[in-house]
């Protein structure tokens, strides 16, 4: 940033490394609204070299940051871990033509329309997900589907959809039974 009211009032001085911009502020006059501008611009420069020097933890900026690390208020307010929501999902059973997809989501119904659009799920080639219906719905997460993909391994087609065969179907009818 440059002022054209800027004036050198002494010639002799050079720049000074160690005092940086405060060297200018002796040998530069401005205009008031000039002067002010200048001020804020070397108060900025200052304030960000110290924020991205290696020393950073021993300026003043490092000391009030750790400050603020320390104040129990920001200490209260930290955001609880994440849960893994793995375990905490419900495996479904979609149909789409005759491929049946066994997977697990904490909602079925939005990973249904998802699947729906086309987006996010590896299907058998040729089908048209626009199709796909929820079968049923069984309680457990990540474990329950892979036990059910061992399961039913033999019928693996592609990713998590397995050919249609009776003794999926029979297994996925006697989910609604014991629910009734």
């Not at 300026?59 to 955001?79: H, N, V």
């Not at 626009?130 to 309680?139: D, G, I, P, Y």
Request: glycine fraction near 6%.
């Amino acid at each position: 940033m440059s002022f054209e009211c800027a004036v050198r009032i002494d010639g002799d001085r050079g720049h000074n490394p160690k005092q940086g911009d405060t060297t200018y502020l002796r040998v530069l006059t401005f205009c008031e609204p000039h002067q002010e501008a200048f001020e804020e611009l070397v108060i900025h420069r200052q304030l960000l070299m110290e924020v991205t020097s290696a020393q950073v933890g021993r300026t003043e900026i490092g000391k009030m940051f750790a400050d603020l690390a320390r104040t129990p208020r920001l200490a209260a307010e930290t955001p609880p871990r994440r849960r893994d929501m793995r375990y905490e999902a419900t495996v479904y059973f979609f149909r789409c033509e005759r491929y049946i997809k066994i997977g697990y989501s904490i909602d079925p119904i939005k990973r249904l329309r998802a699947i729906r659009s086309g987006d996010g799920t590896k299907a058998p080639d040729g089908i048209n997900s626009a199709l796909t219906v929820l079968l049923n719905t069984e309680t457990g997460g990540f474990d329950r589907e892979r036990e059910l993909h061992a399961q039913f391994a033999h019928l693996r087609h592609t990713g998590e959809w397995f050919t249609e065969a009776p003794e999926l179907t029979e297994y996925i009818e006697s989910l609604s039974e014991a629910a009734a």
